[in-house]
């Protein structure tokens, strides 16, 4: 997928500046450094967006977190990395704090030690640094803070592993550190076989902390070549000093179970992504006594979930990998009974992944990631609305025509676009009627051509609002009932309006919004059945974009009802249809077509 960056560009033409308007939602990517990624996303109170993540030079393969603050629009405000020589420095999980940022970040302990240690690292909001520290004890060969916690005391809490010494398998190890850094307590969590790692921990609804971890880990060779991994999933319940009040361990004895990150709602129920033997996408829903409700592991997506949390509307959101089709970064939509509502796929011709999100108080989600390409892999950020998907803000457009036989009864035709009614969290339209009757709202595409009928001859103010998730866009016009003149406002110029459609025949168009197919049904509303011009001749269908370029044709036959043509190819958008049989147009509509 091609990434546009819009900007606030001055272009001195024939003595004039033209600006270009900044978009909404946006796909970016940033070269912080030869290799980097977006690991947390933090919203400030003036609007921007801070990013935490990890960058690395080439060929010496030394990592430096780095700290970005973006405007709302996705243009760099700053940039800080913090470097330390020789010691390759990486940033596991951030978190916000009462002065700024804490990051759990795994670092060697000096220029010469072999592995790394967990430490805390504090930024300001501006991306100063504060201080880093070890986190823990500087007898463990090799930790990590795989998450981090700000706690109630203004401290911070970090799961993870550990490793004793050089022979060591990985161990649960969480550690509590107060508010200046130093350690509270630490806790080597040792009950199980082989490798294990906490990934996740979250605040306990009755104090104490939920924290999700693998265990049982090992690595095996296949009789047939590759390698096998086993584990199960574990859900610690753990009280303010580490002890463990109880335990629940998932999918004992079946195959390799890799928990990624998990969240809770309001009601007590958890939500757990991961994956099973590597690329099957796991999601599973816990009540409120930490049993399975259900667990699905996708059906035929191929991938692994990096992050989940609650939507403002009550379901969940997941970003994460997708394999299916090269590697690419999806984002998709979960209900709480399990329903994929629907998945969004990002990327180009390179590797990408999405880490990360961030859901705005508007619904609007923030996602990132890493862009990896030939020579480089940059930080990946994508901004969406509420439907997942990297689109213009909708574009409210309509024309009237007063009925010839009886004036009162005005035809208005809908030409707004990206509102994407017919679609899962898809928008709507209001129709303000300028006659003191009640508004009219419609939450689908098919009511494209609407009549109104009026008390009185008179000249009125109509007013058209589209809406789709918290972007609005309304136009007015004024008519007059008893000219017969019609007219079109909020349509781009060079795609003039057409007649109203006459007579009996209509056409289904589904899906609508298409993603890869687009059928096109022709139906008839006579009681005899006939379709098209005195039942005969082919029909001719045409797509256009909006600035009324043919996109592609096709033709259904004379006889033939049903036709299926492929739309993968077309860029993401809405287009005009029209379907002709000899010399007359049967249908015309829109449809959108989305990823």
């Known amino acids: 997928m091609q990434k546009i960056i819009f900007l606030f560009t001055a272009l001195l033409l024939q003595g004039y500046y033209i600006l270009e308007a900044q978009q909404k939602y946006f796909e970016r990517t940033y070269l912080v450094q030869d290799i980097s990624d977006a690991r947390n996303f933090f919203l400030n109170q003036d609007g921007s967006y801070t990013v935490i993540g990890n960058s690395m030079s080439v060929p010496n393969l030394i990592g430096a977190p780095f700290y970005m ?18 010691r390759n420095t990486t940033i596991w999980d951030a978190v916000e704090t009462q002065n700024g940022y804490a990051l759990a970040i795994c670092q060697p302990q000096t220029d010469t030690s072999v592995g790394c240690n967990a430490h805390l690292m504090r930024l300001s909001y501006t991306g100063e640094l504060l201080n880093l520290s070890l986190a823990g004890s500087d007898t463990i060969y090799q930790s990590w803070g795989r998450s981090i916690l700000h706690t109630l005391d203004n401290g911070y809490i970090m799961a993870g592993l550990i490793i004793p010494d050089t022979s060591s398998h990985n161990k649960l190890y969480i550690v509590k550190l107060n508010v200046d850094g130093s350690m509270d307590w630490e806790k080597i969590y040792d009950y199980f076989a082989y490798h294990n790692m906490f990934m996740d921990i979250l605040p306990a609804t009755d104090g104490g902390y939920y924290v999700l971890g693998t265990i049982g880990r090992w690595q095996i060779a296949l009789p047939f070549g590759g390698w096998e991994y086993l584990g199960d999933i574990l859900i610690y319940k753990i ?6 009040e109880w335990e629940e361990i998932y999918f ?63 379901n969940i959101l997941i970003s994460g990998v997708s394999f299916v089709g090269g590697t690419n970064g999806y984002v998709s939509k979960v209900s709480p009974n399990g329903n994929i509502l629907w998945k969004r796929i990002y990327g180009d011709a390179g590797h990408d992944y999405f880490y990360t999100h961030l859901i705005l108080p508007d619904g609007s989600i923030l996602i990132g990631g890493r862009n990896d390409m030939s020579s480089s892999a940059e930080v990946y950020v994508v901004k969406t609305n509420c439907m997942g998907l990297v689109t213009p803000l909708p574009q409210a457009s309509f024309s009237w025509q007063a009925n010839e036989p009886n004036p009162l009864a005005v035809q208005f035709n809908n030409f707004s676009q990206y509102v994407y009614a017919d679609s899962i969290d898809g928008g709507k339209y209001i129709w303000e009627w300028g006659d003191g009757s009640p508004s009219t709202t419609f939450t689908s595409e098919s009511f494209s051509e609407v009549f109104h009928y009026y008390p009185s001859p008179g000249t009125y103010t109509v007013t058209l609002t589209a ?21 079109t406002v909020g349509l781009p110029p060079d795609i003039p309006p057409t007649d109203p459609l006459k007579g009996e025949k209509t056409m289904l168009v589904y899906p609508n ?10 139906v008839s509303k006579s009681p005899s059945g ?11 269908i045409k797509l256009h974009t909006l600035t009324g370029q043919t996109a592609l044709q096709t033709t259904l036959a004379a006889g033939e009802t049903v036709k299926t043509i492929s739309v993968a190819h077309l860029p993401v958008g809405m287009y005009l249809y029209v379907a002709e049989q000899a010399g007359s147009v049967l249908a015309r509509g829109k449809v959108a077509v989305v990823r």
């Open 69 to 86: 603050r973006l405007n709302e629009f996705g243009d760099t405000l700053s940039l800080k990395k913090y470097m330390y020589t020789n």
């Open 530 to 540: 006939d379709l098209g011009v005195n039942g005969a001749g082919d029909l001719e």
């Open 252 to 314: 004992v004895d079946e195959e390799f179970e890799a928990p990624i990150s998990f969240c809770q709602f309001e009601d007590g129920q958890i939500f757990l992504a991961g994956a099973r033997n590597l690329y099957n996408e796991l999601i599973m829903k816990l009540d409120t006594s930490f049993n399975i409700v259900w667990s699905s592991f996708a059906g035929e997506d191929v991938g692994q979930p990096s992050y989940i949390t609650p939507t403002l509307d009550g």
């Open 467 to 487: 809406i789709v998730c918290q972007d609005t866009s309304s136009i007015q016009a004024t008519i007059e009932t008893l000219s017969g003149a019609g007219g």
């Open 513 to 522: 919004p298409a993603t890869n197919t687009l059928t096109f049904q022709q």
């Open 239 to 244: 009280d303010d000093l580490g002890n463990v």
